[in-house]
């Protein structure tokens, strides 16, 4: 079956930069985009970019195509997102989730917190 | 940007009531929607994609309907357990996704 699994919880301080993993299982990787979300305390889930997991072409949001990066291991089977110069808005729950067929899969989140 | 409007924001109902929570969206989508049910501390969980069909293993109470931009989610009899917060959401493999901003059903 598909998997994501995320790694752990990070703390961070303001200006610091966190890399959170997608490691992924149960279909071909290269077959599907990943997409990355975020979802702050008692807000709606917010769509941060995504990645061609075939090719490593990406696509991000304006809101933080500043400072955020996505890429791949393919050899791995996984995702990365690098968010650099965090503040302290940027304390959220990062999902990775991918549409395989029918069905969109999520991770079951990474909590990042930005505080000094 | 495809902009997304959920309502409404909140909905107070009892154990058996019939819910409906709308998602008009700016531009045609061609039904590629999903409503999502999500309990604090938890991820989304998938109910409906592509605007009307059921996620397996999704209770049957649970429907989606419409197409072009209006879009509904609906309860048919409401349960304990479906006191949450739902979203609806545009997606594509290859495009920028967009959520509304959510619905809480709350206890009457």
Known sequence: QVQLVQSGAEVKKPGASVKVSCKTSGYTFTSYAMHWVRQAPGQRPEWMGWI????????????????????????????????????????????????????????????????? | DIQMTQSPSTLSASVGDRVTIT??????????????????????????????SLESGVPSRFSGSGSGTEFTLTISSLQPDDFATYYCQQYNSYSPWTFGQGTKVEIK
């Open chain 1, 52 to 116: 061609n997991t075939a090719t490593g072409g990406t696509e991000y949001s304006r809101k933080v195509q500043d400072r955020v990066s996505i890429t791949r291991d393919t050899s791995a089977s996984a995702a990365y997102m690098d968010l650099d110069s965090l503040r302290s808005e940027d304390t959220a729950i990062y999902y990775c989730a991918t549409i395989a067929g029918r069905t969109v899969y999520w991770g079951r989140g990474t909590l990042v917190t930005v505080s000094s």
């Open chain 2, 23 to 52: 998602c008009r969206v700016s531009q045609s989508i061609n039904n590629w929607l999903a409503w999502y049910q999500q309990k604090p501390g938890k991820a989304p969980k998938y109910l409906i994609y592509r605007a009307s």
